[in-house]
């Protein structure tokens, strides 16, 4: 797989996770999904973001 399947994996499991998160747990996890869903907003317009710097850093290679 590639960084950008790997990115769009990752940021949909972690959605999904911390929307159940909020549900059974606390309310305050849905911040966790504002954060991840503005971190791929500003990734639309710079081309980065966080885990694409650590999924490089593991080796995965670049589509």
Not at 38 to 48: P, V
């Amino acid at each position: 797989m590639t960084v950008n399947r790997y990115l769009r994996l990752i940021a949909g499991l972690v959605i999904v996770l911390s929307v159940v998160l909020s549900k059974v747990h606390s309310p305050y996890w849905i911040y966790f999904t504002a954060f991840v869903g503005l971190n791929l907003f500003q990734s639309a317009f710079t081309n980065w973001c966080p885990m694409m710097t650590i999924l490089h850093k593991m080796g995965v290679k670049e589509g």
